[in-house]
């Protein structure tokens, strides 16, 4: 089933040549039934590769779903065509007002300032507090996790000696978990960050559980027991080619940036990555919105109850 969007927005061609069912506006408000409304807080600077991406793992689910993008005021990213931001974004004051069964924070290249230092900080924190009451599951990616984590849970970050950079081998510590199901017990995903979190840290907030980790890699999937916040460490919506390109961009800038661990064949740049993670990306957010948002969600937003 699709997931509704504007018509113009850019993903849509390219999930549409992806064989990728994606409904639009004009044909969605023909259908009487309610979709799902998700809203996204895109933190990325490369906002069409995100976008597209999120998108992507969404789509594949019996459910419709319709997706709205928010951007932050407070601070006005170099990297995208006004325009697009124009077009497609709301800011948070357009929707404070409003509920959402689900919402999707992403990552963002800040990892390696102090949470207060970041220009969006206290816009970041109004709009994670307005979750508590204003949305029903939300999802924190990478960055995101941890700026979560640290907000909701005093969860502090760490940085590592370097960059945490390639595909690793997880495995799953609760497997009786819907938001596992069908993924193998020795899954893989892509990693990309200067910073992590302690398990030490975690153990000490009772309200959350470890759901899966890595030797390598550490922390992967940790959620709240009343299933309201979910937190991945990693990004597995990655495309097939995103960290070579994030790679080579590093390489170009004259970073001390080492091969993606686990990536290429023989890891040799020269060769294409072979994707292991892809159907594990499709699950996580899958099983999500199918088992913590739509199966749980109240058919009147306005009966979201709030979070303490």
């Known amino acids: 089933m699709p997931i509704?969007?504007?018509?113009?927005?850019?993903?849509?061609?390219?999930?549409?040549?992806?064989n990728i069912f994606v409904m639009t506006e004009y044909r969605a408000i023909h259908q009487d039934i309610r979709p799902l409304s998700l809203l996204i807080l895109n933190l990325m600077p490369t906002k069409i590769v995100t976008e597209t991406q999120i998108l992507r793992k969404l789509s594949n689910t019996p459910l419709q779903i319709e997706v709205e993008f928010l951007q932050t005021a407070s601070y006005t990213p170099s990297?995208?065509?006004?325009?697009?931001?124009e077009s497609f974004y709301r800011t948070f004051e357009q929707v404070r007002h409003r509920t959402f069964d689900?919402?999707?924070i992403t990552g963002a290249p800040v990892e390696n300032l102090d949470f207060?230092?970041?220009?969006?900080?206290?816009?970041l924190c109004d709009i994670m507090e307005w979750t508590k009451t204003n949305v029903h599951s939300t999802m924190h990616i990478c960055w995101g996790a941890q700026a979560g984590l640290y907000y909701h849970y005093g969860i502090e970050k760490y940085t590592l000696p370097e960059k945490l950079f390639g595909v690793f081998p997880h495995r799953i510590i609760k497997k009786e978990s819907?938001?596992?199901r069908g993924i193998d017990d020795v899954f893989y995903a892509p990693h990309s960050r200067y910073t992590t979190i302690s398990p030490e840290d975690v153990a000490k907030v009772p309200e959350l559980s470890v759901y899966a980790d890595s030797p390598e890699a550490g922390i992967f999937a940790l959620k709240s027991e009343d299933n309201r916040r979910f937190f991945l460490l990693g990004h597995p919506e990655y495309d097939g080619q995103t960290l070579s390109l994030e790679y080579h961009r590093d390489l170009?800038?004259?970073?001390?940036?080492?091969v993606p661990a686990h990536y290429y064949p023989n890891d040799d740049p020269t060769q294409t990555p072979v994707v292991n993670w892809r159907s594990t990306g499709q699950l996580l957010y899958t099983n999500w919105l199918n088992y913590y948002v739509y199966q749980t969600t109240p058919y009147k937003l306005t009966d979201i109850p709030s979070q303490g």
């Open 4 to 18: 509704k969007i504007p018509d113009a927005l850019p993903a849509v061609e390219t999930l549409g040549a992806e």
């Open 79 to 85: 990297h995208v065509d006004a325009n697009h931001l």
């Open 102 to 104: 689900g919402m999707i």
């Open 116 to 123: 207060s230092d970041v220009d969006y900080w206290d816009e």
């Open 178 to 180: 819907p938001w596992f």
């Open 252 to 258: 170009a800038k004259g970073k001390n940036i080492h």
